[in-house]
């Protein structure tokens, strides 16, 4: 197969990881007989440096030729960066809003998974734990309140704020059938999240999803109110494959299912549109502070990579691979120091991304 990966490096570890990700894609290529080629594309704080702005009209007119991109994080120490002395639509995070706009990503998932060899990372009660979780959050990410219409005013002399939560059908539509396609390679269960006991723009969500389930009949379909959802992710994560759910929810959720593993450096997530073009990156920041040392875990960065072979080259086999790698070596004891335990051994990051290319 023959594809075009765009490649943003990135600001702090994000040259570091995406190096190492590479390093594995191009193992991969070979070992499987295809081709992957390679476009650099500037975002964020290398683009401020280079262009004067985080994110330029050529950079999106590249990434759309891409099939996908993979980037590494954006971002500096904003109590030291100069970056961060620009008004905030010229900063390097207004780029990565800007990008998933551009090409129309509505479509976030992230996947938290606990490997068995972390599990003493996990923050959860060691029966809960014992039983392991293996689910993916699919947010909605253009719409709802975040995008709304919102406004500050006084209202017979007090201070009123209004944001507004809005969805319509299509945007709905479009997100559930990405969920159900997703959980088809999954274990075909969707977990639909909202509080359809309160908000018209979730019983909405709720029709609808209903409606798209219909075309889905290998996958089951369960409901849950989002505030019941915030306690099932800690006492029995087990539970879930897939969770669909709007844009706050979304926010909120993915954080708390990301710190039920209890390690940062492993998180992979990718961000869809309506084609197979996917934006794939770690769902962790740049982290200014251990950049350039070789301390960076490439791990949640080459799964992504991985998640970008499955879902938009639908190279299964070869993402399973990926995977398998990287959880061999965690077998093995190999640990960057994010996630060192007494009796394993310390790896850097140039040493870890070998390793798994090593084992794919
Ligand atoms: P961060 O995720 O960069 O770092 C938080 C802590 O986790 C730090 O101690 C860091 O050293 C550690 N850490 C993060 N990734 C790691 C890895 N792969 N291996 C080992 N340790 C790791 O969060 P922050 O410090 O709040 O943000 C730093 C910058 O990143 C900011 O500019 C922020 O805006 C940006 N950011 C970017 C993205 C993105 O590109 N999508 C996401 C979040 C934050």
Known sequence: MNCKIGLIYGDGIGPEIVREAKKVLDVLAAKYGHTFAY???????ASIDACGVPLTEETIEQAKACDAVLMGSIGGDART??????????????????????????????PAYLYDELRGACPLREDISAAGFDLL??????????????????????????????????????IAKRAFDIAMKRNKKVCSVDKANVLDSSRLWRKVVEEVAKDYP??????????????????????????????????????????VTGSIGMLSSASLNDTRFGLYEPSHGSAPDIAGQDKANPIATILSAAMMLRYSF????????????????????????????????????????SLIADRV
Not at 148 to 166: F, I, K, P, W
């Open 39 to 45: 476009t650099k594309l500037l975002l964020g704080g």
């Open 81 to 110: 960066s100069p970056w961060y002395r620009l008004e905030p639509s010229r900063r390097p995070e207004a780029g990565l809003l800007g990008i998933r706009k551009a090409l129309n990503l509505f479509a976030n998932l992230r």
């Open 137 to 174: 959050i699919m947010r909605e990410l253009t719409g709802g309140l975040y995008f709304g219409e919102r406004r500050t005013e006084e209202v017979n002399g007090v201070l009123t704020a209004v944001d507004t939560l809005s969805y319509n059908e299509n945007e709905i539509r479009r």
């Open 218 to 259: 290998e996958v089951a379909l369960s409901h849950m109110y989002v505030d019941n959802c915030a306690m099932q992710l800690v006492m029995n994560p087990a539970q879930f494959d897939v969770i669909l759910t709007e844009n706050m929810f979304g926010d909120i959720l993915s954080d708390e299912a990301s710190m």
């Open 314 to 353: 639908d190279l299964d086999r070869e993402a399973d691979a990926v995977e398998a790698a990287v959880r061999s070596v965690l077998k093995e004891g190999y640990r960057t120091g994010d996630i060192m335990s007494e009796g394993c051994t310390y790896t850097g990051t140039e040493k870890m991304g």
